[in-house]
């Protein structure tokens, strides 16, 4: 006789959860740094101007005041600008121009790789003296570029591929964010967790329009994601009559008891074969492992052209782990996270590593558990979350707090030769 099973909670994996999205953040953080530490060794260069600085140049001569108004104009501007483009990813998604916008992500990432990326590299030859001639460095550069897009838009390339590819995006965007004037880089990200916030709770938000569209046709949201290896739970209660349970990206369930037990009871003995075939194929595509044939099973959502039968079984196998959904949740059950996490997280580190790095600590450790409390959070409240606004208003309070108290407290400590 079948038991009734106790609902797998995403609690049981936490740890393992945000391991698996720490460490490629955590990657990316650490890059930048890097970056801003060989190559931002003059502090009079001057700061890039880009869309983030149309209303107001900061200079040395402007009092705090009007740096403070002037960036306060530029993040209005620039949030007001992501604005109506993520509504015009919307209604383009809408109106089913999936091609066109992988097209122009895929081009996006091109031009990160090639443009930016090569800019880096030509500073980094320069600041080391490397020998190298014109031909080799655009061939190799060409090939990078060209291997990147293939990697992040092909899903039949290898994850760790796909991800280390994300990561270097993430990396060259953030660094290019850091060249920023000083009051302009502070504004907009306390701006863009606030737009953040009100992009994915609010009911029109587009953010949220966005998801709760891919999720009611079923689709991927065609825009650059960091999916992690996802966390399955081997022992007995995680798996019932041959079924591995799945967390899946779709809108929460209510399922009542009486329902999950009938539908339990009904197709506990139908069809385990082939699911057990299904899923075995599902974890091939995690690993970039699957075949022509069945190259339609390689997408992180549910595919239309599954039979009925298989639609029964996998209702059956995620009728309690759906109670735990939301966004950032795959189909294979990996939890995903936007590359604009990566890269406004990787900025307020970087930003603070022209200061000091001990600063450079204690944002680190601010960034950290803010990402911890909201995977938290995601899973207590089972809704979509932003993952900016907690980590960049811990971060930023941290240096404000490091930078005006730490730092006097430690150099006080030290020129007294006090030892803790």
């Known amino acids: 006789m079948a038991q009734n099973q106790r609902p797998t909670s995403i609690l049981d994996s936490l740890g393992e959860e945000i391991i698996r999205i720490l460490t490629p953040v955590s990657i990316c953080m650490f890059l930048v740094v890097i970056l801003v530490s060989i190559l931002n060794t003059d502090s009079s260069s001057s700061p890039v101007s880009s869309i983030a600085t149309i209303a107001y140049s900061e200079t040395n001569s402007d009092s705090s005041w009007d740096k403070f108004v002037g960036a306060l104009l530029n993040s209005l501007v620039f949030v007001a600008v992501v604005t109506v483009v993520t509504f015009i990813l919307v209604l383009l998604f809408y109106l089913r121009c999936t091609k066109f916008l992988k097209l122009y992500m895929a081009f996006s990432s091109f031009v990160v790789l090639g443009f930016m990326g090569g800019e880096i590299v ?113 022992d007995s209660d995680s798996t019932s009559n041959g079924v591995i349970q799945r967390r899946v990206w779709r809108e929460r369930r209510n399922v009542s008891p009486d329902l999950a037990n009938n539908m339990n009871s009904s197709v506990s003995n139908s069809n385990s074969v082939g699911i057990d075939h299904n899923d075995t194929i599902l974890a091939g595509a995690e690993e970039g492992r699957v075949v022509e044939g069945n190259a339609e099973l390689s997408a992180p959502l549910l595919d239309h052209r599954m039979t009925d039968n298989q639609h029964r079984q996998e209702d059956d196998a995620s009728s309690e782990s759906l109670l735990l959904e939301g966004i950032g949740l795959g189909s294979t059950g990996a939890i995903k996270l936007g590359l604009g996490d990566f890269i406004f997280y990787s900025v307020l580190v970087g930003r603070a590593a022209m200061y000091d790095f001990m600063t450079v600590y204690a944002c680190y450790l601010a960034i950290i558990a803010g990402l911890g409390i909201t995977l938290m959070l995601l899973a207590l409240y089972q809704k979509a979350l932003p993952a900016l606004p907690v980590s960049i208003m811990l971060g930023v309070l941290f240096y404000i707090l490091t930078r005006l108290l730490l730092e006097v407290f430690v150099v006080q400590c030290s020129l007294n030769l006090v030892m803790f």
């Open 122 to 234: 030509l500073l980094l030859i320069e600041k080391f003296n490397v020998p190298i001639d014109i031909v080799t460095f655009l061939v190799v550069l060409y090939n990078f570029a060209v291997v990147g897009v293939l990697a992040v838009f092909m899903s039949k390339v290898a994850i760790l591929v796909t991800q280390s590819y994300l990561v270097v995006i993430g990396m060259l965007v953030a660094y290019w964010f850091t060249l920023l004037p000083e009051w302009t880089t502070w504004v907009l990200l306390v701006a863009l967790a606030l737009y953040d916030l009100a992009a994915v709770l609010l009911p029109v938000g587009p953010l949220r329009l966005l998801v709760e569209l891919a999720v009611s046709r079923d689709e991927d949201i065609p825009a650059l994601v960091y999916e992690a290896r996802p966390v399955t739970n081997h």
